[in-house]
């Protein structure tokens, strides 16, 4: 199985500032189509996750352009820019590159 | 607007058997595979099933293989998970989703005597 290694666990920010999370992966996550099916999601509180990034670098529908991700191969990062109140809560990534899909553990942005 | 309702949740005695639902509309539905996602209470989230647009194919972890079954009807745009043989270690909040895109609110199985 591929393991997803998410850090930081937890991620102290202040309002205005800047996030970055890593998510690095066990083996490459590069399909046989040549695309890259890691993805990034923010659940808050009380609420069912929702997608932020697709495939990498694409923003999903309504997510702000505050929100980027970036990587290749087994290295991804999602930066969040001039974090607001809510942007708070646990992000995940995802590989849907290969069977069995699996999620990073996930990391807590709080305010510091 | 793509709606996705969870049901049939609630608690079961280890060993019984549980079969969810979701309800989807605001899409075509046929045209989507679908997937269920779990998450134990305070814990991260873990794929549990995938089935392809037409049902055909299905794809599931070893944690669950063998005991879950995925389905759809795509006549009636729901999408099923059947649970079997089930283990304390299967509570959690149950999420369907559609491409991995939408979710639904999620649905909670408690399995304990």
């Known amino acids: 199985d591929v393991v997803m290694t998410q850090t930081p666990v937890s991620l102290p920010v202040s309002l205005g500032g800047q996030a970055s999370i890593s998510c690095r992966s066990s083996?490459?996550?590069?399909?046989?189509?040549?695309?890259?099916?890691l993805h990034w999601y923010l659940q808050k509180p009380g609420q069912s996750p929702q997608l932020l990034i697709y495939r990498v670098s694409n923003r999903f529908s309504g997510v702000p352009d505050r929100f980027s991700g970036s990587g290749s191969g087994t290295d991804f990062t999602l930066k969040i820019s001039r974090v607001e109140p809510e942007d708070l809560g646990d992000y995940y990534c995802l590989q849907s590159t290969h069977f069995p899909w699996t999620f990073g553990g996930g990391t807590k942005l709080e305010l510091k | 607007e793509v709606q996705l309702v969870e049901s049939g949740g609630g608690l079961v005695q280890p060993g019984r058997s549980l079969k969810l639902s979701c309800a989807a509309s605001g899409f075509t539905f046929s045209s989507f595979a679908m997937a269920w996602v779990r998450q134990a209470p305070k814990k991260g989230l873990e794929w549990v099933a995938t089935?392809?647009?037409?049902?055909?194919?299905?794809y599931y972890p070893d944690s669950v293989k063998g005991r879950f079954t995925i389905s759809r009807d795509n006549a009636k745009s729901t999408l099923y998970l059947q649970m079997d043989s089930l283990r304390s270690e299967d509570t959690a909040t149950y999420y369907c989703a559609k491409d991995l895109a939408y979710w639904g609110q999620g649905v909670m199985v408690t399995v304990s005597s």
């Open positions: 089935i392809t647009s037409g049902g055909s194919n299905t």
């Open positions: 083996q490459s996550l590069v399909h046989s189509n040549g695309n890259t099916y």
